[in-house]
C-alpha cells in the first residue's frame, strides 16, 4: 500500500507564494508519476502538474510560468512551488501517484491519492 501525505496549504494575498509537499510512504515500486490536482468549490477537480521518476515534468496551461513541481527522491516527497498566486488558484490541492500507464490529466489513472490540503488566495 501507499499513502501520500500533502502539507504547506494555508492563506496567502494575491501575488504571493505557496509550496506544497507530498510525502510518499509504503511500497512506492510502482510509483513512476506524482501529479497534483485541484479541487474549487462547485467545480470539477483538474490536473494542475505532473512529474514522471525520471524528471519529466508537465503542466496546465493556467499554471505555466507561475507553478513549478520537483521531487526530492532521498526524502520521497514531490513539491509545488506556486509563485504568483491568484484569487482563481484558490482550491483543495490534492497529491496523487500512479504508474507509466495513462494519461497525467486523467484523475482515474491515478491509483493513490492524499487527503488534500487547502489553499485560499484572497484579493
Known amino acids: 500500500q501507499v499513502q501520500l501525505v500533502e502539507s504547506g496549504g494555508g492563506s496567502v494575498q494575491a501575488g504571493g507564494s505557496l509550496k506544497l509537499s507530498c510525502t510518499v510512504s509504503?511500497?512506492?515500486?510502482?510509483?513512476?508519476?506524482m501529479g497534483w490536482f485541484r479541487q474549487a468549490p462547485g467545480r470539477e477537480r483538474e490536473a494542475v502538474a505532473a512529474?514522471?521518476?525520471?524528471?519529466?515534468?508537465y503542466s496546465a496551461d493556467s499554471v505555466k510560468g507561475r507553478f513549478t513541481i520537483s521531487q526530492e527522491n532521498a526524502k520521497n516527497t514531490v513539491y509545488l512551488q506556486m509563485n504568483s498566486l491568484k484569487p482563481e488558484d484558490t482550491a483543495m490541492y490534492y497529491c496523487?501517484?500512479?504508474?507509466?500507464?495513462?494519461?497525467?490529466?486523467?484523475?482515474?489513472?491515478?491509483?493513490?491519492w492524499g487527503q488534500g490540503t487547502q489553499v485560499t488566495v484572497s484579493s
Open positions: 496523487a501517484a500512479k504508474g507509466w500507464s495513462g494519461s497525467w490529466v486523467v484523475q482515474s489513472h491515478y491509483d493513490y
Open positions: 512529474i514522471y521518476d525520471r524528471g519529466r515534468t
Open positions: 509504503g511500497n512506492t515500486d510502482s510509483i513512476k508519476c
